[in-house]
């Protein structure tokens, strides 16, 4: 804790097994157990957003899964296809300006 850091006492309930974890990083890390929560928290909330390992490893296997299952084709040839979107899209999509459908 930096020096002059105000600090406020809270109570939690916890399971036993989250005390004893704590207990033993206190004990393990010569830390207080005010300190190891105040780091488990800090480190917790830092990783907020992110993907766990096992998360990135899931997403990544999808991932190499998907990919080859892409067609490839000729750049020109979806350059053409995105070119054709936009212009439709710019001239009212599927819908002719009479409002019938093309």
């Known amino acids: 804790m930096g020096l002059g850091m105000a600090t406020t006492k809270v109570t939690f309930t916890l399971d036993e097994e989250t005390v004893h974890r704590i207990d033993d990083a206190a004990m393990r890390l ?10 488990a928290v800090a480190d917790y909330h830092s990783r907020i957003g992110r993907l766990s390992e096992s998360e990135r490893k899931r997403m990544l296997k999808i991932f190499d899964a998907l990919v080859p299952a892409i067609p490839a ?3 020109r040839k979806a350059e053409n296809e995105l070119r054709e979107i936009r212009r439709a899209r710019r001239s009212g999509g599927r819908l002719s300006r009479s409002g019938k459908r093309k």
């Open 30 to 39: 010569a830390k207080p157990k005010s300190q190891v929560v105040r780091e």
């Open 73 to 75: 084709r000729p750049r």
